[in-house]
């Protein structure tokens, strides 16, 4: 019965899982890209990521998460029409915002 559930686990859940963070990814530089964030830094991000943790943490197909790597090619495939997005909006230079005054 151990191995049912173990099984279970690997081969239902944990797909499951990855691919509800992968929506959560999809959604989320999409928004990004609505507030007027560059979506283009989320790979920057998820690089930097994958070279600070080198090494570390299980296989993909063991984990919750998709891999640094999967993410990023995800991202990147996501990329043109989170861009799209990105450049109907209007970016406010930070020179043209009013200053913020000390309490």
Not at 9 to 33: C, M, N, T, W
Not at 49 to 70: C, I, K, N, V, Y
Not at 86 to 102: C, D, E, N, R, W
């Amino acid at each position: 019965m151990a191995a049912l559930g173990v099984g279970a686990q690997v081969g239902v859940l944990l797909p499951f899982s990855r691919k509800h963070e992968s929506e959560a990814d999809y959604v989320g530089i999409l928004l990004a890209a609505d507030a007027g964030y560059d979506p283009r830094e989320s790979v920057a991000l998820w690089e930097r990521m994958a070279q600070l943790s080198s090494g570390g943490g299980p296989d993909e197909f063991l984990s919750t998460h998709p891999s640094h790597g999967t993410r990023i090619d995800q991202l990147k495939t996501w990329m043109p029409e989170a861009m799209a997005i990105y450049q109907t909006k209007s970016a406010v230079p930070a020179a043209a915002l009013p200053a913020m005054g000390g309490r």
